[in-house]
């Protein structure tokens, strides 16, 4: 079974990590930016060479993003970051693996990425099964 691994993060933690934090943000150093990517390329080396890896891939910042919705019969087209929206989807994996159990003990490593301490309690994740039919929608 494919399984989908969401990642969320804000306009507010790309912008620390690129060194301007907020008021109150956690404060991300060159260093601990570079941990979490070598993190990140060791998670996804792991599951490449357990064949797990189907695809994966970080987003660019809000700030980058097009939001495209009907408001009645006219389509409304908006720039990001979006005010009304704390969380944004910030990356994703597909894995192929033999159960929830494993995609979700995947996704937990997620929660060790380094980084600030504050971040901890920020770290937003879903799983969702991958449909390959309609059917299984």
């Known amino acids: 079974m494919k399984y989908l691994i969401l990642a969320y993060g804000s306009q507010r933690d790309y912008d620390a990590m690129a060194g301007r934090p907020a008021p109150g943000a956690p404060t991300w150093t060159p260093q601990d930016f570079e941990a979490m990517g070598a993190y990140m390329e060791k998670l996804n080396n792991d599951l490449a060479e357990s064949g797990e890896l189907v695809e994966t891939r970080g987003l660019t910042a809000p700030a980058h993003a097009r939001r495209l919705q009907l408001k009645g019969s ?46 901890g309690p920020d770290v937003v994740v879903d799983i969702r099964p991958i449909g390959e039919s309609r059917h299984e929608l």
């Not at 944004?88 to 490593?109: F, H, K, M, N, Q």
């Open 74 to 119: 006219d389509l409304v087209v908006t720039d990001g970051p979006y005010a009304e929206t704390q969380e944004v989807l910030a990356g994703y994996w597909v894995v192929e693996c033999d159960s929830y159990d494993r995609a979700t003990e995947i996704a937990t490593r997620l929660f060790h990425v380094p980084g600030p301490a504050e971040i």
